[in-house]
């Protein structure tokens, strides 16, 4: 059971998700060069816009960062040195993500290596399971300290070499118990996770295949997006629409004296692209996963209805207090399907552009939209258990609907009432 949503959302000019070179991103559809935000973009945009709007107890948010170890170490009050706190919080984090001959190595390091996506209430179930396996942790303390001390007398490559020589970090049967034991603890999961998943490379069973797909949004119009040299080299190049030509003014520099480098008052000159492209965007939610996942039906839904929310609600903020480029889509379309979803972006292979007859290009796109829809339903067979719509645009034969009414219908089917 998927809940779906479709969207047509027209930007101003902006650069909301720009690639390496600074320049909005790109692909090639249908032959024509399109404007595109990335779909982690658009996950995290949804992911701060819930966390800011909805009423979640704040534990239950995850958060992703090398920097858990501080929090983790406030935690392990059966230890008495700040510093024999820190270096077992790194120890307990590095599991998830280090294999056993580094956790040693990781365990004395600055900060953590790898990027962990977790909870407040994971740290205190892990601290929780720290304190029934004081026994290894500390013998492992006192490793990590004897390493730490031949790192400090020789080169840290020499140390590996020497502990790796004589067996000297952890081995998997010393760490089993605990790996175990945290295995079966984070079992379920905090929403943030559940909906987004997270990776780890080492405690591979904590790994979780999030239950939200999003698509990387695309334009359905090309509208002139070429590429085009910039700056003294000609090998670097915008994907862009405009450029937009700024000066920062000196407000002190003298305007009066024309020998002057600054006169007129130009402190700094230089060119951004901007584009304003009408998107098609796609994400869906798989409900009986995530409804497994976080283990309480009516919190799943309460993700599954704030992810939502923030998916239509919220943009990526690049260049954000440059062009205010935030807006709300004209269109939207939300399905519950039992089955495989599908997003229709080949209903845009063809670009579109504004036409004589004065409809906008998001209303074009929208009737493109719901005739593919409606083609594949009478292709394949339709399928969908709800479809609602929410519109600014006209929409022909389909009522239209709050946004509000139509979210709080498809969660009433997918979640069964």
């Known amino acids: 059971m998927f809940i779906e949503v479709n969207i047509i959302q027209s930007l101003p000019p902006s650069n909301p998700n720009r690639g390496e070179d600074g320049g909005p991103k790109s692909i090639t559809f249908g032959g024509t060069l399109r404007a595109r935000m990335s779909s982690q973009s658009q996950k995290r945009a949804a992911r701060l816009w819930y966390r800011e709007n909805a009423a979640f107890d704040r534990d239950q948010l995850a958060q992703r960062s090398r920097r858990h170890a501080p929090e983790l170490a406030k935690l392990l009050d059966w230890l008495e040195a700040p510093e024999d706190r820190q270096t077992v919080a790194q120890l307990l984090l590095a599991l998830f993500n280090v294999a056993p001959e580094k956790l040693l190595e990781e365990a004395i390091s600055d900060k953590g290596k790898n990027l962990l996506f977790v909870s407040n209430h994971e740290l205190k179930t892990i601290a929780l399971i720290a304190s029934q396996h004081q026994d290894l942790l500390a013998d492992l303390l006192v490793k990590a300290k004897e390493y730490q001390g031949r790192s400090e007398d020789s080169s840290k490559q020499q140390a590996k070499k020497e502990a790796k020589e004589t067996n000297f970090g952890p081995s998997k049967r010393e760490l089993a118990p605990l790996r175990k034991a945290l295995v079966q603890a984070l079992a379920t999961v905090p929403g943030d996770v559940a909906l987004f998943g997270r990776m780890m490379a080492s405690l591979t069973e904590t790994s979780v295949d999030g239950c939200v797909q999003v698509a990387d949004a695309i334009s359905v119009n090309g509208f002139g997006i070429k590429k085009t040299p910039i700056g003294p ?60 996942l976080v283990g309480n039906p009516e919190l799943a839904k309460e993700f599954a209805a704030a992810f939502l929310q923030g998916f239509i609600r ?104």
Do not use: W
């Open 233 to 292: 080299s000609t090998n670097k190049s915008y994907v862009i629409g405009e450029v937009d030509f700024y000066s920062a003014v000196d407000d002190i520099a003298p305007n009066d004296d024309p020998e002057s480098d600054d006169a007129g008052g130009t402190g700094m000159i230089g060119e951004l692209p901007v584009i304003s492209p009408v998107y098609y965007r796609y994400a869906n939610v798989c409900i009986p996963e995530l409804e497994s």
């Open 314 to 417: 919220a943009l990526p903020s690049g260049y954000i207090r440059s062009h205010a480029h935030m807006t709300l889509p004209e269109f939207v379309l939300v399905r519950v399907s039992p089955g495989q979803p599908y997003q229709h972006a080949p209903a845009f292979q063809v670009g579109i552009d504004r036409s004589e007859s004065g409809r906008s290009i998001a209303e074009l796109a929208t009737v493109a939209l719901l005739n593919r829809v409606k083609a594949m339903d009478n292709l394949y067979g339709a399928t969908a258990l709800y479809s609602g719509v929410t519109a600014m645009v006209d929409v022909d034969g389909m009522a239209v609907s709050p946004l509000a009414n139509v979210l709080d219908q498809a969660l009433a089917v997918a979640f069964g009432g």
